[in-house]
């Protein structure tokens, strides 16, 4: 029956009737797309098919020599010795930052020549008290100048940036001065990073110490922390730095035995320096 | 064996669905999986999904994977090696863009239950659509106090997910990719925007306001660690984990009160 809508054979007609159209498309096609449906010829062209496993090759192929290159610089399996960690040692280790005095065994434990996992001994030195100390180091300090009414966030920046620095200059300080002392000592770069970052424990009970009790308290538990730190990287680099003998107790008389010790009181000496450099500026 | 015929031309692609990390997921598995459904995306019996050498991302599938398989069958039930074969046969929307709001839903409630022990293959599937929505709705909620700080939320949110990434490649045995770690700590943020719709209503400074925030922060942070211990199978470093989401949203405490 004519009437005004859909004539196929209308030169002009009100709307296309496409329901044959659809009929024809719809279940016979299973390789290449129709036309009607852009959106699906995108997907079902060979080039841009090609084109896309191409990209994800280049992207994978990518990602793969960074990850080569970075690990020549950051060697990421030794660095994953140091966070092997469990609550238990955190805990332990942390007393022991603050109050060194009952520890008796101070060696490092070996497996075979390598050293043991710092989740099974609380002696080895680990990267994960550093790393989270530093970070909330930054943030207390915030919190601080915060109380004081001298907060910006660009003040953590640059906080966090001239806190690394010293890091940095401390770390190149102490290797340099192992190599002018012909050392001979496993400690490594790392080892290093660890023993310095572990001062930022010291710094972050001063400070919150300095926020809760003002002035006094701030004096008081730095000069406790200052100490417990002087004494925990005394006992510990002993035994890396001095000879065998000398680190046994025993007083061993010669030139290098004694340039060695005062080379670790100095390290030991600098940590307390440090320690006030970067927090009396935060209490007032 | 009759049904054989219908699961091999699913089954050929062997590199692809041992990584389960894309969005889509459209990957079956290997074995016959008891969970799969008809359209089968959300698989949950993915052990191998943190594969990878320590400290190394899995490899991100390439999407059209599948795509290529010659089948010589029209099988109606297989909707993601058809693209082009009709308007009828295409998966539906929201299927194919990877939002799966019973998902959604199941992982809000394991936020918001903190005691409820975790299932660990829940992050599986990298969603980022709940994330977003409920970092603009924390957005929103500080907008009500009249603080414009979308900027600050979006920099120190991919700050913090950059930051657990590194360490939780490090401190796990498995890796974890990036997208896995954005997820969970995206979805552990909605007890903040409860934290900062307070914050409309009455002045967070007080002390009542200072045991708010600082049961809030432990609430966020202990389901994020929940979640990941789960995930990561990381014995005994829950409060390890904690300890940087509780600065990630002590920040994020920061911004509601001040």
């Avoid at chain 1, 659809?22 to 852009?38: I, L, Q, T």
């Avoid at chain 1, 660890?194 to 004096?219: E, H, N, P, Q």
């Avoid at chain 2, 398989?69 to 058809?82: D, I, L, W, Y």
């Avoid at chain 2, 500080?142 to 930051?163: D, E, H, N, P, R």
């Amino acid at each position: 029956m004519r009437g005004p809508s859909g004539d196929p054979s209308d030169p002009s007609p009100l709307f296309d009737d496409t329901s044959s159209e659809v009929n024809n498309h719809g279940h016979g096609d299973v390789g290449k797309g129709p036309d009607a449906y852009p959106g699906q010829a995108f997907l079902s062209d060979p080039m841009s098919n090609l084109a896309m496993a191409y990209g994800s090759s280049l992207a994978s192929h990518g990602k793969e020599m960074m990850d080569k290159n970075l690990d020549r610089f950051i060697p990421i399996s030794k660095l994953k010795y140091y966070f092997a960690v469990d609550t238990v040692y955190v805990g332990k280790k942390l007393g022991l930052l603050v109050f060194p005095y009952m520890h008796e065994n101070w060696e490092v434990s070996y497996q075979q020549d390598t050293p043991v996992a710092p989740r099974f001994d609380i002696n080895a030195p680990d990267l994960y008290i550093p790393m989270m100390g530093f970070i909330t180091y930054v943030l207390v300090a915030g919190l601080a100048l915060g109380t004081q009414n001298r907060f910006s966030p660009e003040i953590l920046g640059i906080q966090a940036s001239s806190a690394l620095v010293w890091l940095i200059i401390e770390v190149l300080t102490v290797l340099l001065s192992l190599y002018l002392v012909t050392v001979n000592t496993d400690l490594t770069t790392i080892d290093l990073v660890a023993f310095s970052g572990y001062k930022y424990v010291g710094m972050i009970v001063g400070v919150v110490a300095g926020l809760l009790f003002g002035r006094t308290g701030y004096y008081l538990s730095l000069l406790w922390c200052c100490v417990s730190i002087f004494v925990f990287t005394i006992r510990t680099l002993r035994l890396k730095i001095l000879s065998e003998a000398a680190a046994e107790g025993r007083l061993v008389r010669g030139a290098k035995n004694q340039l060695r010790m005062y080379l670790t009181m100095a390290i030991a000496a600098a940590q307390p320096v440090f320690m006030y450099w970067l927090t009396f500026h935060l209490v007032r | 064996m009759a049904g054989f015929d219908n699961f091999n031309t699913d089954f050929y692609q062997s590199s692809y669905s041992v990584d389960d990390q894309n969005q889509a997921g459209y990957g079956y598995s290997n074995t016959e999986d008891p969970y799969s459904k008809p359209y089968g995306q959300y698989d949950y019996s993915q052990p191998m999904g943190y594969t990878g050498a320590p400290g190394m991302v899995p490899p991100q599938q390439p999407y059209t994977g599948q795509i290529f398989q010659p089948t010589p069958a029209f099988t109606p039930a297989s909707p993601q090696s058809m693209y082009s074969s009709g308007f009828e046969d295409e998966p539906p929307l929201l299927e194919e863009l990877g939002i799966n709001f019973d998902h959604i839903w199941q992982k809000t409630l394991t936020v918001l239950h903190p005691l409820k022990v975790a299932d660990g293959s829940i992050m599986n599937e990298t969603d980022l659509a709940g994330p977003m929505v409920f970092c603009l709705a924390f957005g929103a909620t500080l907008l009500l106090t009249g603080k414009i700080q979308f900027g600050y939320v979006y920099g120190i949110s991919a700050i913090g997910c950059l930051g657990m990434y590194c360490l939780l490649n490090l401190m796990s045995m498995t890796g974890v990719s990036f997208g896995c770690v954005a997820s969970v700590l995206g979805y552990c943020l909605l007890p903040m925007i409860i934290l900062s719709s307070f914050g409309v209503l009455f002045s967070l400074q007080g002390m009542m306001g200072i045991i708010i925030t600082a049961s809030i922060i432990g609430w966020c942070s202990f389901s994020a660690s929940k979640i990941f211990i789960s995930a990561l199978a990381m014995d005994g470093q829950q409060l390890l984990v904690a300890y940087p989401c509780a600065l990630l949203y002590g920040v994020f405490a920061l911004i509601s009160v001040f």
